[in-house]
């Protein structure tokens, strides 16, 4: 089972490299914002593998107050650039 977990580490890892340059190189703001998103939830799920890995349960509800904390950022973000990107 450790072959799972460290397979899934790599792919999210790679995942994360590959956000981390659209965060860097993305064009709009939009696409920052959503590459950050992507990032954050990345992580979460990282998060989660750790939990899967070492049968800890006791950060689950760590890992879903952070992300509907990030979502709901990301879509009063979305909606702020949007307003912004109209009023220009």
């Not at 799972?4 to 993305?26: H, K, N, P, Q, S």
């Not at 509907?68 to 949007?82: D, H, M, P, Q």
Request: charged share 15%.
């Amino acid at each position: 089972m450790s072959t799972v977990f460290a397979i899934t580490l790599a792919m999210l890892c790679v995942a994360g490299l590959l956000t981390l340059l659209r965060l860097l190189r993305g064009p709009s703001t939009l696409d920052r914002i959503a590459a950050l998103d992507v990032f954050v939830v990345l992580i979460v799920a990282a998060a989660a593998v750790y939990v899967a890995i070492y049968r800890d349960s006791s950060n689950i509800p760590l890992l879903v107050a952070v992300a509907l904390i990030i979502f709901v950022g990301s879509v009063t973000a979305a909606r702020l650039v949007e307003r912004w990107e109209r009023h220009r």
